[in-house]
Structures are given as structure tokens and as C-alpha cells.
């Protein structure tokens, strides 16, 4: 019996939790699809370095306020590449655009707490900028 009072009571946490995030999440696509949709990808290509040691460290701060979509990740990157922005500025402005948020970060912080939402996003965008710089150091030593 005490089992399934615990389960219960797990299950109507877990409902009113889910229920007092949904606003933030709604709240935070909105956002996210606005600033893709006012900012297009030409307008982010003229603003980064072509060929540049800090364009990785650009683009990942870039990525980083913009966040959106994986899908539209790869328009975003085709765009560019086409635009003769590099490798390494591309792949960190790619990898922080999907994996850090700072436009998230309230939603997420309140979901999974402060520490954690904070720390995982300094963690992905260090990694992103070392991603950028191995893709170009891959590319250079490949090509």
C-alpha cells in the first residue's frame, strides 16, 4: 500500500513539474524561432572571420546567443561554407548553435537546476571551439 502512495505522489510531482516548465519551453522555442527567423544566415557569415584563429572562439559565441534547431544546423552550415567562412569557425559555430543555449539556459536551470544547466553549457562550448579547432587541424592535415 505504502508503495503506491509513494508512486502516487512521484507521479503528481512529476505532473506539476512538467506542467510549470511548459510555459518556459513554449516561451523559449518562440525565441529561438524568432531570432532564426530575424537573423539570417547571410547576416551571421558577414559578421565571422573567413580564416581567423579566434573564429572558432566567434563562432562558438555566436552559436551560443543563437541557438536553434539541429535540422536547420545544416542550411545554416551549406550556408556558411558558401559564404568562405572556415572550417574550424564553422563546425564551433554549428556545434555551440545545437548544443549550448544560453537563450535555454533559465528553462533548463529550472528544470535541472542552476549548477547543472550552467556547467553543462560551459563544458559544450569548450568543447565546441576544441571541435572546431580538430576539424580544421583534420581538414588541414588531410588536405
Same mark, same amino acid.
Given at each position: 500500500?505504502?508503495?503506491?502512495?509513494?508512486?502516487?505522489?512521484?507521479?503528481?510531482?512529476?505532473?506539476?513539474?512538467?506542467?510549470?516548465?511548459?510555459?518556459?519551453?513554449?516561451?523559449?522555442?518562440?525565441?529561438?524561432?524568432?531570432?532564426?527567423?530575424?537573423?539570417?544566415?547571410?547576416?551571421?557569415?558577414?559578421?565571422?572571420?573567413?580564416?581567423?584563429?579566434?573564429?572558432?572562439?566567434?563562432?562558438? +559565441?555566436?552559436?551560443?546567443? #543563437?541557438?536553434?534547431?539541429? %535540422?536547420?544546423?545544416? =542550411? $545554416? &552550415?551549406?550556408?556558411?561554407?558558401? /559564404?568562405?567562412?572556415?572550417?574550424?569557425?564553422?563546425?564551433?559555430?554549428?556545434?555551440?548553435?545545437?548544443?549550448?543555449?544560453?537563450v535555454q539556459l533559465p528553462?533548463?536551470?529550472?528544470? +535541472?537546476g542552476a549548477r547543472f #544547466?550552467?556547467?553543462?553549457? %560551459?563544458?559544450?562550448? =569548450? $568543447? &565546441?571551439?576544441?571541435?572546431?579547432? /580538430?576539424?580544421?587541424?583534420?581538414?588541414?592535415?588531410?588536405?
Open positions: 500500500m505504502e508503495q503506491n502512495s509513494k508512486a502516487g505522489r512521484a507521479i503528481k510531482q512529476t505532473a506539476a513539474t512538467f506542467v510549470g516548465t511548459v510555459p518556459n519551453v513554449i516561451g523559449i522555442l518562440a525565441l529561438t524561432s524568432l531570432v532564426t527567423a530575424v537573423v539570417p544566415p547571410q547576416a551571421i557569415s558577414g559578421g565571422l572571420p573567413m580564416e581567423s584563429v579566434l573564429g572558432p572562439v566567434l563562432g562558438g +559565441l555566436v552559436g551560443s546567443i #543563437a541557438a536553434g534547431h539541429p %535540422v536547420v544546423s545544416y =542550411v $545554416l &552550415a551549406g550556408e556558411l561554407q558558401a /559564404a568562405g567562412v572556415g572550417f574550424a569557425t564553422t563546425t564551433a559555430l554549428i556545434v555551440s548553435w545545437v548544443t549550448v543555449g544560453v528553462a533548463e536551470a529550472a528544470m +535541472l #544547466a550552467i556547467w553543462r553549457n %560551459v563544458i559544450c562550448f =569548450v $568543447l &565546441a571551439i576544441a571541435m572546431g579547432y /580538430a576539424v580544421a587541424f583534420v581538414m588541414l592535415a588531410g588536405g
